[in-house]
């Protein structure tokens, strides 16, 4: 083909796209939303696929669109045009720039004051996704909440993508295992009529409602709505909803114990599991089938899916079933008359069930610290008062609590140490137990240090504002009296095991201050962030430190940086 004719045909085809992408709106012009909801979510896509290789992309589409709109008097397409721009940048750069919300933000109250439902809620489910993403669970709660209230004023037929809204807000609540809040979200999902938009979304209800009813042993109420999605006939059933329900009826049948109905559907659960590539869903299938073997004396058969579970766990990384497995693993030794490794299967359990409850008593914590910094934060701004004394408490709770973990974690360590050191699995149980262990200290450490940043920011905003009853008031809250020493201490010396006996070894010549000082410097802490938390000035810190230099014979800030990374 002549060179000439094949720019032709380029240039040709790269017009109809570029006047594709550019004409998809029009098709919208003042249709309303149930009638173009298809039509807006293969644009989204398209704009976002885009965007990935030309930044300026979504801008310079969406002004086109908004210019038109408005030369067409649609402002319900302006506002989905502003929507799709803060969605399309937040979607592809949200994680490095999440001031990019704020975009959304402004959305939902434009939306608001024109009364455009769906682009309010749609915004504002973005904005909650957003929030919870990154951990603030107290604020996506908040928008959640408006969400829910936005819901009730809406109706499914002209909102196709309520059962999706729904189902998300009963996922939250479901998370912090909330089963009477969830439940009434999901339910009012599983209740739409189902059509081919949101059918996905109504099965996954009618299946979260079951599981729900489950976890708070309401059993034949869960079943009937396990059978719902089985025994599905409508042009709407779904295969994959069919094979998770009829798994999770198994499991029902397995709490009954009805062991003759729930060993078929796990066995059919597990191949379907294996046929996705869910590891994790068939580790919990034969988990469940290894008990009901072992109840049944049937101890070949039991140890293959003791075996088939762990190497499904180790493949999926999903960790947590293992407080599951361990007990039964344990009761399998004992039945073998294997007492020494029944009892290190004992003790794995009480570590791996105290390693969960530990994740989700974090998470609840953090819920209810930032439930509580939020309330605090109104009043001190808004009212010029402060709750010190609260904010205290709630920190020497949380230290406390997280003391106590450790202590109890080092008391089964400790325990498993004595009885089984000389065997071999006991070493590769220690390991993995110590790891998680870390991890958790490490995690935990983090959170310290960052609520400390967070505090010094708070502190540097208000000194801009000169406000200082209020800063004063601030700077206090965080002051390390010697009990707190000794926590933070012990978590320090989780995370950082040979630090402060290195320290205290080999430069004696330091005082108790000098080391938290080190210990504070070990962590990245600025003079602001170590004077916040030591409750003293920043030139006290620097004195300190110039105190510590001149022991040591550092020349230099960043020779001292130096010399505490060199300690682990």
Not at 178 to 207: C, H, M, R
Not at 230 to 255: Q, V
Not at 528 to 541: A, K, Q
Request: charged share 25%; hydrophobic share 40%.
């Amino acid at each position: 083909m002549p060179p000439n004719v094949v720019l032709k045909l380029v240039t040709f085809f790269f017009l109809i796209n570029y006047t594709f992408s550019f004409g998809q709106y029009r098709q919208t012009l003042h249709k309303p939303y149930k009638d173009k909801v298809d039509d807006i979510d293969v644009l989204y896509r398209n704009i976002i696929n885009k965007s990935r290789k030309d930044s300026l992309f979504a801008h310079d589409y969406t002004q086109e669109m908004k210019l038109w709109a408005i030369e067409n008097n649609d402002l319900e397409l302006v506002l989905e045009a502003e929507l799709l721009e803060a969605y399309a940048y937040w979607f592809l750069y949200g994680y490095k720039y999440p001031e990019l919300i704020n975009n959304l933000i402004n959305v939902v109250d434009k939306s608001k004051k024109e009364g455009i439902l769906h682009v309010e809620e749609r915004a504002i489910q973005v904005i909650s996704n957003h929030y919870w993403n990154i951990k603030k669970y107290e604020k996506a709660f908040e928008w959640l909440l408006q969400s829910s209230k936005l819901l009730d004023k809406m109706d499914a037929e002209n909102f196709p993508n309520m059962s999706y809204h729904l189902n998300y807000i009963g996922r939250c609540y479901y998370f912090f295992k909330d089963y009477d809040k969830s439940i009434t979200y999901y339910k009012k999902s599983s209740n739409l009529k189902k059509t081919e938009f949101n059918k996905k979304a109504v099965l996954e209800a009618q299946n979260s409602v079951g599981l729900c009813y489950q976890n708070m042993g309401e059993l034949k109420l869960a079943e009937s709505y396990f059978l719902k999605i089985i025994e599905d006939t409508s042009e709407f059933k779904m295969k994959t909803w069919k094979g998770i329900a009829s798994g999770n009826l198994g499991y029902n049948y397995y709490l009954e114990g009805n062991y003759k109905k729930a060993i078929p559907l796990f066995k059919e659960d597990i191949k379907n599991a294996l046929a996705i590539k869910e590891t994790g869903l068939a580790a919990g299938a034969t988990i469940s089938l290894a008990d009901i073997y072992l109840k049944q004396n049937r101890l070949v058969e039991a140890k293959q899916k003791i075996d088939e579970s762990r190497r499904f766990i180790k493949q999926s990384n999903q960790v947590d079933r293992l407080r599951k497995l361990y007990p039964i693993m344990s009761k399998w030794y004992a039945v073998n008359n294997e007492a020494d490794l029944s009892a290190v299967y004992l003790d794995s359990t009480m570590m791996a069930v105290n390693t969960y409850n530990d994740k989700y008593n974090s998470l609840k914590l953090l819920r209810a610290n930032q439930k509580a910094q939020e309330q605090e934060l109104v009043i001190e701004v808004g009212k010029l008062k402060t709750e010190s004394q609260l904010k205290i408490t709630q920190r020497n709770f949380i230290i406390t609590l997280i003391g106590i973990l450790l202590l109890f974690s080092f008391i089964a360590y400790w325990f498993r140490n004595k009885y089984f050191l000389d065997k071999q699995e006991i070493k590769d149980l220690e390991l993995e137990n110590t790891e998680i262990a870390l991890s958790n200290a490490k995690t935990q450490l983090k959170n310290l240090t960052q609520k400390i940043r967070q505090d010094n920011n708070l502190i540097t905003e208000l000194n801009k504002e000169n406000n200082s009853d209020l800063l004063s008031q601030l700077k206090g809250k965080n002051i390390l009296t010697q009990n707190d020493w000794k926590q933070f201490q012990g978590l320090f010396n989780e995370v950082y095991p040979k630090f402060i006996p290195s320290i205290i070894t080999n430069y004696p010549i330091l005082t108790q201050a000098e080391v938290r000082c080190l210990c504070l410097e070990r962590l990245d802490l600025n003079n602001n962030e170590m004077g916040l938390v030591l409750g003293i000035s920043t030139n006290t810190i620097r004195v300190t430190k110039h105190r510590i230099r001149k022991k040591l014979d550092i020349d230099s800030q960043k020779d001292l940086y130096e010399f505490v990374q060199k300690f682990k």
